[in-house]
Nanobody, 117 residues
Framework: VQLVESGGDLVQPGGSLRLTCLTS????????IDWYRQAPGKERDWVAT????????NYADSVKGRFTVSRDNVKRQVYLQMNDLKPEDTAVYYC???????????WGPGTQVTIAS
């Protein structure tokens, strides 16, 4: 299983970014995939989940209404569209899944998102 995030950048408050998670090594359309984030000095927090069929998305309260998670089961990619970004959204963002066949969690290396004027 491989997960690689991209799209992180430095943007001003109120701006937008789209993160992408490229994946390989597992049956993509059969696995739910999550986004997490970790701010400096803080624990890693769950942000959003897209179910395997892309029919359901769940969000942390802190991002609800601003972030949208989606997936492309043909390209094997997961996206996190982030709008109205705030300084408190500054963090390293990680793609994550639990793969039932390996019996463990899998993480990407992360991508840095910085929101500052």
């Amino acid at each position: 299983v491989q997960l690689v995030e991209s799209g992180g950048d430095l943007v001003q408050p109120g701006g937008s970014l789209r993160l992408t998670c490229l994946t390989s090594g597992f049956p993509f359309s059969s696995v739910a995939i999550d986004w997490y984030r970790q701010a400096p000095g803080k624990e890693r927090d769950w942000v959003a989940t897209t179910t395997s069929d892309d029919l359901t998305a769940n969000y942390a309260d802190s991002v609800k209404g601003r972030f949208t998670v989606s997936r492309d089961n043909v390209k094997r990619q997961v996206y996190l569209q982030m709008n109205d970004l705030k300084p408190e959204d500054t963090a390293v963002y990680y793609c994550h899944l639990f793969y039932w066949r390996s019996g463990r969690d899998h993480w990407g290396p992360g991508t840095q998102v910085t929101i500052a004027s």
